[in-house]
């Protein structure tokens, strides 16, 4: 999963035709990397969508517009719009995630 390191890298990947999923972390968030430990099955299974993770403490305005108040969080872009999106709560378990995943297919 490669990391977003700009604003306008975020707004050019969001903008696909294809769907991306884009996870929002923090380096000192322990349900984050708990995610971590199952996250990579989860996207070798999903290769549908493109995958990108962003540090939510260094894009906080990005976060806020998105409404991601917890991490760790999935959300799906697809044309500019986010289309779907999993919040930290949900996402504890590879279950939940694979759950979030099918629901949105």
């Not at 999923?21 to 322990?30: N, R």
């Not at 099955?41 to 517009?65: C, G, H, L, S």
């Not at 044309?79 to 995943?101: C, I």
Request: net charge negative; charged share 30%.
């Amino acid at each position: 999963m490669d990391a977003i390191k700009s604003n306008e890298q975020f707004e050019e990947i969001i903008s696909s035709n294809e769907p991306v999923i884009v996870k929002f972390e923090a380096d000192w968030c322990p349900d984050c990397k708990r995610m971590d430990m199952f996250i990579g099955d989860i996207v070798e299974a999903n290769k549908q969508y493109t995958w990108f993770e962003m540090d939510r403490d260094q894009f906080p305005e990005i976060a806020e517009k998105y409404s991601v108040m917890g991490i760790p969080s999935l959300l799906i872009f697809q044309n500019g719009e986010k289309t779907a999106h999993l919040h930290s709560a949900k996402a504890k378990s590879p279950e939940q995630v694979n759950e979030f995943l099918d629901s949105v297919k």
